[in-house]
């Protein structure tokens, strides 16, 4: 990658970081160790800085991400209503851990606080296709269609 190109339309201040990182995610899909390096040769932070900024932030991530990014909400409604059985289910079947990315690349799965669909909850989101009203069997089905 090209980092100058991606810096162009910075100053290099520290009030770049955060735009950076964004723009850097949006070509990569994440935050790579090279990037942060560029990042910080670039702002002149260390790259522990850049990485205990982004690490702050859930919208950024530090591992590449799969081709269908799963969500589980977890938010009250959700939670209540079986969001719990539904991340044990993606574990299950996919054999990854919230914040963790299938060996293939096909999946990166995380558990999210709330995707403000509390009436119709429990809610699962992959890529922008929101489930809801999901049970163990139908996310089971739903995941075979995404394989």
Do not use: W
Request: hydrophobic share 35%; aromatic share 10%; charged share 20%.
């Amino acid at each position: 990658m090209d980092y100058r190109q991606l810096f162009t339309d910075f100053k290099g201040t520290e009030s770049d970081l955060i735009p950076i990182l964004q723009k850097t995610q949006d070509r990569l899909g994440y935050i790579s160790p090279e990037a942060t390096k560029e990042i910080s040769r670039f702002l002149k932070l260390s790259e522990n800085q850049i990485f205990g900024v982004a690490s702050f932030y859930s919208q950024f991530r530090f591992t590449p991400p799969g081709r269908n990014s799963i969500k589980i909400c977890m938010g009250t409604a959700c939670h209540v209503k079986g969001g719990q059985i539904l991340c044990e289910t993606v574990e299950r079947n996919l054999g990854i851990s919230p914040g963790q990315t299938t060996a293939d690349q096909k999946f990166d799965f995380h558990r999210v606080a709330c995707l403000g669909c509390c009436a119709l909850a429990p809610v699962v989101q992959i890529n922008d296709d929101i489930y809801s009203q999901i049970n163990v069997t139908k996310l089971q089905e739903i995941l075979k269609k995404y394989e």
